[in-house]
């Protein structure tokens, strides 16, 4: 039988940076990973813009086909996954929908997507 040889684990562990925070558990990642998704597509990124770009924060459904040069039943299908995504709330008033972002959803996009660099480490945040 040959015997294997011994890796160094303080070579190996020197190359690598620490974690900084704690990564997103697989639940975290179901989740964010649907959100994402809902972003993908660009129509709804613009609506995302739009609505958060209104006075207020919100914005009537009735003042978001214009500017995407969609019908309304397309845009009310954006609005419906932006809203099953957490994206968005939907205010019912009369016959008219309003719509406004929800801003710790873009929050938790945001936190998942910012590095920490530790500036004096000479790393960015990967490997060797």
Known sequence: MTALPLTDVTAVAA???PLTREPVTADEAEKLAGIFKAVADPARLRLLSIIASHDGGEACVCDLTEPLELSQPTVSHH???LVEAGLVTRDKRGRWAYFAVVPDALDALGK?????????????????
């Open 112 to 128: 998942v997507l910012t590095t920490r660099h530790n500036p004096g480490s000479g790393k960015a945040g990967g490997c060797c």
């Open 79 to 81: 609005l419906k996954v």
């Open 15 to 17: 190359c690598c940076a």
